[in-house]
């Protein structure tokens, strides 16, 4: 399975500066999700007018939480978090829509599997300033959620161009960056440096699996 990079808005960004660097930055990374909590539904809905109007295609576009705005957008999914509604509920009302769920362990991992979810964000695996008080989940852990399940496990939370391998060599089928990317000095830098180690990845698992004769 291809290794795939999400960017995750922090919600300290204006629109118009969200929708500058998503235009910037959507060529290099798998999804953009709109993680933007104090939003209404309008104002979402706003957003992601914004993001289409400066290039940003649908099918890159994950809305948090607002499966209602994400069907409504006509975009590729929806990440759901504890509070939201199940994978399966979700699944069932908007059947076009990729599902996502966000997990904190292992349990929370294989009950999103069941409920139909078609991947899961796991973390936070390394320590994060946006969530200081609390400890990292630990590679260990995140090694034994993608051994557990047989969806992706996106692993997020404190993912830098320095520990990115640790990652791969837990087993994530993929990475999300939010403060890494979009609040970086120069997001497109940055996001073209992360692009490039999950390039990397992905070319050293097809040598493997097809090696040269």
């Excluded at 940003?56 to 509604?85: F, M, T, W």
């Excluded at 349990?107 to 599997?113: L, R, V």
């Excluded at 590679?139 to 391998?165: H, M």
Aim: glycine share 6%; with cysteine; aromatic share 6%.
């Amino acid at each position: 399975m291809k290794k795939q990079l999400y960017a995750i808005s922090t919600g300290k960004q204006p629109s118009e500066q969200l929708a500058a660097i998503a235009s910037h930055i959507h060529p290099y990374v798998d999804a953009i999700h709109i993680r933007e909590k104090t939003k209404t539904a309008k104002e979402l809905f706003e957003l992601v007018e914004r993001f289409l109007d400066s290039g940003v295609p649908a099918e890159k576009i994950i809305i948090n939480d607002r499966a209602d705005v994400a069907a409504a957008c006509g975009v590729k999914g929806v990440q759901l978090a504890y509070h939201s509604l199940s994978a399966k509920a979700v699944k069932k009302a908007f059947p076009s829509l990729v599902v996502g769920c966000s997990v904190h362990s292992l349990q929370e991992a294989i009950e999103a599997e069941q409920n139909g979810a078609d991947y899961c964000i796991y973390g936070h695996v390394f320590p994060t300033e946006c969530k200081a008080k609390m400890p990292p989940r630990g590679i260990e852990k995140l090694a034994q959620i993608t051994a557990a399940v047989s969806i992706p496990v996106i692993a997020i939370g404190g993912i830098r161009l320095d520990n990115v391998s640790q990652v791969w060599e837990a087993g994530a089928h993929g990475i999300a960056v939010m403060s890494g990317i979009f609040l970086a000095e120069n997001p497109l830098v940055q996001a073209k440096r992360y692009a490039m180690m999950t390039s990397m990845q992905n070319r050293e698992r097809d040598e493997h699996e097809w090696p040269s004769l």
